[in-house]
Structures are given as C-alpha cells and as structure tokens.
C-alpha cells in the first residue's frame, strides 16, 4: 500500500486494492490461525485438563498463531483504513464475501480440508448472500 | 460420523461467533464514519481512533468474537466454521426489521434466504475433515492393548 489514494472518493482501482488487501490479509490471517488451533488441539478439552490458563499458554506459545494473528492485525487496519474512505456497505460485503471464496479456495490448498460439493456451494451461496444483505 | 456432532456448548460457541462479528463491524463503522478523514500523511490517527467509545466497543465485541472463534476452529474446519457462522448477519438483518422496524428491500431478502440456505448446507455435513492418524486412533491403540493383555 504504497499508492497515495485521493481524498474524496476512491477511483475504481484504489478501492479494488483496498478491498484485495483486507481480502488477502485476512485470508492469510484465517488459514494460519486455523492451522495454528489444529495443531493445539480441542481448546474445550485442553481447558478441561489444564483450566483457562493452559489453554491460553497452549495458544500463546503456537509460533503460527502469531502469524495469522499478525495477518489478522493487518487486515484490520486496512478495513479501518478502508472504512474512512469509502462507505461500510461497499467495503464490508465485497471483503466478506470475497473472503469466504478466497478461504475456501486456501483451505483446500493450505490445510487440505475436504472441501466437498456442498462447501463450495455453501461458501457461493453465503457470499452472494452476505454481499446481497450487507450493500 | 458420530463424533462430527456438535455438541449443544458448541453451538453456543458458533452463536457467539456469529453475533459478536456483524454487532462489532457495525460498531467500527459508526466510530470511523464520526472522526475525522484519516490519511497515509498521518497513519497515526489511526492508532488513536482505537479510544473513541464506539470503536471501543467494537473492538471489545471483536474480541469477544475471536476467544469464540479460536474455540471453534479448534473443533471444527475453516470451510466450516466460515460459512455456518454467516447467519449472524441474518439475525442482525431480521432483528433491525422486527425490533428497529427497518424496511428489509427485496435484495436483502434474497440475500438472507441464500446465507440461509448456504448455512443449512454446511451445517448438515461433518464439521470437521476425517484425518487417519487423528484422534480416534488412542481409544483403538487401548482396546488392541486390552485385548492383548487379555492373550
């Protein structure tokens, strides 16, 4: 995000880079924060064994939670960012239904999750869907 | 698949997920729309944004929504979690209709019934991606010890 973007209102490319940031920020922040809590493990029986504090240090000292905690990070900086220069109901529905279709495609690739026929349908219907709400 | 069922503590987890995430966007977004034009000059003010109340809010919501979160995909996919916990944005939408009284258009109407429908996909398949060296192998480790002490 180099590009000094104009103040009044964001030309067509400097919105669509706003978006694909917070798009593939939290993209990235979601399949490392996924990776991170399946290597941990069930937090609800972790807690169970070693109470609320284990289960807060089993997490805090996940090296790939901090990644996706960091991708996350960003990605709400560049929604703000996003938010203060463009109307909540452009900027919300493209990145979130956007992002349901860009982890569904991750989740396959990164976490080789069985992303069977009824996902997919689920992760276009929900994004034509959420888009279609929130404009 | 038994052990996909989600246990009714789960649910109560994913509802959380839902609520916490549309309720605290909206909070951002009427703290961002109230300040100031903020600039890639001065990228500070968008650090001392995080004080104003409703972004304060927000951010406590937001909070509220990874804790639960995190909890969930500890139990669950992403390509799960993600789409089933779309439907707070349906409750948010037929709550400002039945308590705030908004006009729903027809477009918000088609949008709630395809989450709906979208939802109720993911929701009838196993929440979790069968891996063979995953967790049902120690109880069949034990019963093929057991039976071995038996011999």
Known sequence: MIIPFPAPQPGLWAASAMIAA??????????????AMKSIGDIDKIRARSGLRGAVRA???CPLFFAGVSFLALA?????????????????????????VTNAI??????????????????VLVCIGVYLLAH | MAHARLTPRQYLILGLVSLCAPLGDTCLSRGMTGLPEITLAHPTSLFSAVFT?????????LIGFFASYLT???????????????SGYVILALSARFFLHEAISP???AGIVLITIGVSFVARGPSLT?????????????SNAAKEQLR
């Open chain 1, 106 to 123: 991750a989740g396959k690739i990164f976490l080789k999750e069985d992303v069977d026929r009824r996902r997919w349908a689920a992760a």
């Open chain 1, 59 to 61: 997490i805090l000292t």
């Open chain 1, 22 to 35: 917070v798009v593939l920020a939290s993209t990235a922040g979601e399949v490392f924060t996924a990776a």
């Open chain 2, 130 to 142: 069968e891996r063979t060296p995953a967790r049902p192998q120690p109880p069949a480790d034990l």
């Open chain 2, 72 to 86: 969930a995909l500890s139990w669950a996919d992403l390509t799960f979690v993600l789409p089933a916990t779309a």
């Open chain 1, 76 to 100: 709400f900086f560049s929604l703000l960012f996003a938010l203060n220069h463009m109307n909540l109901s452009l900027v919300a529905p493209a990145s979130a239904s956007l992002t349901l």
């Open chain 2, 107 to 109: 477009e918000r109407w």
């Open chain 2, 53 to 61: 109340p409703w972004i304060a809010l927000g951010i406590a919501l």
